[in-house]
């Protein structure tokens, strides 16, 4: 048990992994594993309320994800347009703010447009969810990395100052569902002290009780950032 006050994971990221493998263990279609994990991601918006999140980070595509077949990316772009239309009147109504990212600008038009909208309709939000979509890891360090040189000093403070979470909570919890242990590219720079919690759920099975169960989890580890 931690000593003096426990910690609370003000800042939890998810790798939502297993869609894939949910279908084929159901025999389905793999679109529908994906469309599982949307419900999934749903269900866990609509409880994270009251677990003393701040921040709730969601390794929605990445940059990688593109060498996917042509057919799947299709469907998890289609996906993506309905998520958003559906669901942002709550996340206004439930203060919620949506932040990206990755290099969403990349995405097709009409999805980078409902996606500006949603990020200016829920500015005033005060509990975050940000997703990653087109995100890598390394390109977002050499990224930050190259404005800081821009700027004239390279060092840790200047380089995470430019990534694109400078403006959210220090990662606390990083949670990957599925058995997989890696990191696959999200939030290496970020990750650097942040606890780890690798479970054998696939995502579509991952329910809030899951999330309490693992910051119950963290609130029992003493964080030592590399002291004593």
Known sequence: MATGSTPRAKHVAIIMDGNGRWAKRKHLPRAMGHQRGVEAVRKLVRNVEGMGIDCLTLYAFSSENWKRPAEEVSDLMG??????????????????????????KALEPDIVAQ???????????????????????QDEIVRAASAA????EVTAESIAANLDTAD???????IRTSGEVRL??????????AEMLF??????????????Q???NFAD????????
């Open 149 to 152: 040189a821009q700027a004239g």
């Open 199 to 212: 479970v054998d759920t696939l995502w579509p099975d991952f329910t809030p009780e899951h999330l309490q």
């Open 221 to 228: 580890r003493e964080r030592r950032y590399g002291g004593r």
């Open 168 to 174: 959210l909570p220090p990662l606390d919890l990083l």
């Open 214 to 216: 693992a910051l119950d």
């Open 79 to 104: 996906m993506l347009r309905k998520f958003i239309k559906s669901d942002l009147p709550e996340f206004i109504a439930n203060d919620v703010r949506l932040k990206i990212i990755g290099d969403y």
């Open 184 to 193: 696959s590219n999200f939030l290496l720079w970020q990750a650097a002290y």
């Open 115 to 137: 996606l500006e909208d949603a990020l200016e309709r829920t500015s005033k939000g005060s509990r975050i969810l940000a997703v990653a979509l087109n995100y890598g890891s």
